[in-house]
């Protein structure tokens, strides 16, 4: 008896494998663009092109859902940011400025990338990170790297107070974020003569944060 095609018993999981994707993706755009709380189960399958029932099949809760999607690029982006910290590090001429641009550029290459989704991701962390609500999935998806950077702060200001090096990373990934989202504040008030697109606010937004930095650092 002759067995199925082999090329139905790749294809069949390989498309489950894009429809998931598709959700995912979905999901990421809407929550980045409306929030948690807007966007219904819906909402998603709609954007998605796919069956209410296939979205709850994958994902049981809308929940899940933002879960997955917070969870999906964070390990890469952290990831990113450790390597180019350990190989920054390796020399002599390290400082505050080097430590700033290993944590931000990561995220700025990526958002310039060819994946619109981290575009999106970038909105959507930005308001996750002003929230109460979700402090737990941020804390379990980024504190590992978090306190490597306040570590490598320390190395650079020895004397300094550890609270207020972990206060300077917090208001690093605060500004960094905000900068990030593109809101389009920049073109409002300079009626637009100027950009408020990531690339173009890069070199500003890394001064302005080593420069905060250190003065709270050496107080």
């Known amino acids: 008896m002759e067995g199925r095609p082999l090329s139905t018993k790749i294809s069949a999981p390989k498309a489950a494998q894009q429809k998931r994707r598709a959700i995912i993706d979905a999901a990421e755009a809407l929550f980045a663009e409306s929030g948690f709380d807007a966007v219904s189960v819906r909402n ?63 995220l700025l290459d990526l ?31 980024y504190d590992e790297t978090a306190h490597v950077y306040v570590d490598a702060l320390m190395k650079i200001f020895p004397k300094a107070d550890r609270e207020m090096a972990i206060r300077a990373l917090v208001y690093m990934v605060s500004i960094m974020l905000g900068v990030f989202s593109s809101t389009g504040r920049v073109e409002t008030l300079s009626g637009g003569s100027y950009s408020s697109e990531p690339m173009v606010a890069f070199a500003s937004m890394t001064e302005f944060i080593t420069g905060g930095i250190e003065r709270i650092l050496t107080a």
């Open 111 to 141: 958002i310039n990338g060819n994946d619109e989704g981290w575009r999106h991701y970038s909105h959507l962390i930005a308001q996750v990170t002003q929230s109460r609500r979700f402090a737990a999935l941020i804390s379990q998806q």
């Open 44 to 106: 998603i399958a709609d954007e998605a092109g796919v069956k209410l029932s296939l979205v709850t099949y994958h994902f049981p809760s809308k929940d899940q859902i933002f879960e997955t999607v917070i969870q999906r690029r964070s390990a890469h982006l952290s990831e990113l940011r450790r390597e180019r910290l350990a190989v920054r590090q390796h020399s002599a001429a390290f400082d505050l400025r080097d430590l700033v641009e290993c944590y931000t550029s990561p």
